[in-house]
Nanobody
Framework: QVHLVESGGGLVQPGGSLRLSCAAS????????MGWYRQAPEKERDLVAV???????NYADSVKGRFTASRDHVNNTAYLQMNNLKLEDTAVYYC??????????????WGQGTQVAVSS
């Protein structure tokens, strides 16, 4: 099995910064894509950033220029650096990954979510 553990959420004032981390563990042969999504109260879960194994990182328009996603391919860890946070960034942030296990079976997993609250 593969598991994702997120950390780094919290309460921050508008204009502040937070850095989220997502560590993948388990029987992983390769991780094709890792990504970040968020879900605000009473809203659907939306994409924030998708990090392919190679290629260009895709960001939601609402976070372009403020958020930076990155990956440590060796350690199967993803990061989301969030700067100039706004009230509307308040949400539960989820990490997502899919790839191939050592058994050669595919996997797709979600993290448990980490709360980000932006408030003055």
């Amino acid at each position: 099995q593969v598991h994702l553990v997120e950390s780094g959420g919290g309460l921050v004032q508008p204009g502040g910064s937070l850095r989220l981390s997502c560590a993948a563990s388990g029987s992983i042969l390769s991780t094709n894509t890792m990504g970040w999504y968020r879900q605000a109260p009473e809203k659907e879960r939306d994409l924030v950033a998708v990090i392919p194994s190679d290629g260009v990182i895709n960001y939601a328009d609402s976070v372009k220029g403020r958020f930076t996603a990155s990956r440590d391919h060796v350690n199967n860890t993803a990061y989301l650096q969030m700067n100039n946070l706004k009230l509307e960034d308040t949400a539960v942030y989820y990490c997502h990954a899919f790839g191939i296990q050592r058994t050669l079976r595919p996997f797709e997993v979600w993290g448990q979510g980490t709360q980000v609250a932006v408030s003055s």
